[in-house]
C-alpha cells in the first residue's frame, strides 16, 4: 500500500533561521502531493501542491517544496522561519482508488 | 464565503447511542471526503464520494456511515459508537481528488 512518511514528529527552530521538513512518499506512478498546516483548534490549510512540471514549488507564507523523484521525497522548506509559523505540517498524497494519505505530521516549534 | 461547515463542533456521548456528524459545503464541489486525527497518526481517510450515490471507503471505514443524496451535503453516521472512536473527525470538499482540499473546522467526539 502506498504511504508516507514523514520521520520528524518534533522540530525546534531559532526564528530567523531556515527550515526543511521532511517527507517521503511510497508510490508507483507520479504522484500528486501536497503540504497543509494546522495551527491549534484549527482545520488544515493548503500550503503547496506538485502535480507536474517544475520540481520546486513555491506556496503561501513563503513556503517552497521540492519534488525529488529518484529520492521519492517532497521535502518543504522556508528560509526564515516567523514565530507565526509554529503549527503542526502534514505531507500527503493521492493514492490509488481516489484516497488521499496523510503522513503522521510534524510539530514546528520556534524559539525565539 | 466558500466554506465546509461541520456540526457539531463538540460532542461528548455514550456508547452505543446513535450519532451524526454533518457536513456541508457552498463550493459545488463534487468530491467529499471524511478523516479521523489522532495524535501520532495524521489523519486518516474515513470515507469519500467521487460525486452523488457515490462513495466509497477509505482506510479506516470501520464503525462508520455516509450517505451522498446532494452534492453539498455529506453527513457521517456513527451507528453504534464506542470509545475507539473518540477522536477529532474533519470533513473536506475538493472539485477532485487530485486538487487540493478544503476542510472544516473538525468536531471532536468523545465517546464513554
Known amino acids: 500500500a502506498q504511504s508516507v512518511t514523514q520521520p520528524d514528529i518534533h522540530i525546534t527552530v531559532s526564528e530567523g533561521a531556515s527550515l526543511e521538513l521532511r517527507c517521503n512518499y511510497s508510490y508507483g506512478a507520479t504522484p500528486y502531493l501536497f503540504w497543509y498546516v494546522q495551527s491549534p483548534g484549527q482545520g488544515l490549510q493548503l500550503l503547496l501542491k506538485y502535480f507536474s512540471g517544475d520540481t520546486l514549488v513555491q506556496g503561501i507564507k513563503g513556503f517552497e517544496a521540492e519534488f525529488k523523484r529518484s529520492q521519492s521525497s517532497f521535502n518543504l522548506r522556508k528560509p526564515s522561519v516567523h514565530w507565526s509559523d509554529a503549527a503542526e505540517y502534514f505531507c500527503?498524497?493521492?493514492?490509488?482508488?481516489?484516497?488521499?494519505?496523510f503522513g503522521a505530521g510534524t510539530i514546528l516549534r520556534v524559539k525565539s | 464565503e466558500a466554506q465546509v461547515t461541520q456540526n457539531p463542533r463538540y460532542l461528548i456521548t455514550v456508547t452505543g447511542k446513535k450519532l451524526t456528524v454533518t457536513c456541508s459545503q457552498n463550493?459545488?464541489?463534487?468530491?467529499m471526503s471524511w478523516y479521523r486525527q489522532d495524535p501520532g497518526l495524521g489523519l486518516r481517510q474515513i470515507y469519500y464520494?467521487?460525486?452523488?450515490?457515490?462513495?466509497d471507503k477509505g482506510d479506516v471505514p470501520e464503525g462508520y456511515k455516509v450517505s451522498r443524496k446532494e452534492k453539498r451535503n455529506f453527513p457521517l453516521i456513527l451507528e453504534s459508537p464506542s470509545p475507539n472512536q473518540t477522536s477529532l473527525y474533519f470533513c473536506a470538499s475538493a472539485t477532485g481528488v487530485h486538487q487540493p482540499q478544503h476542510f472544516g473546522d473538525g468536531t471532536r467526539l468523545s465517546i464513554l
Open positions: 464520494s467521487m460525486n452523488v450515490e457515490v462513495t
Open positions: 500527503a498524497v493521492v493514492q490509488y482508488g481516489n484516497k488521499l494519505v
Open positions: 463550493m459545488n464541489h463534487e468530491y
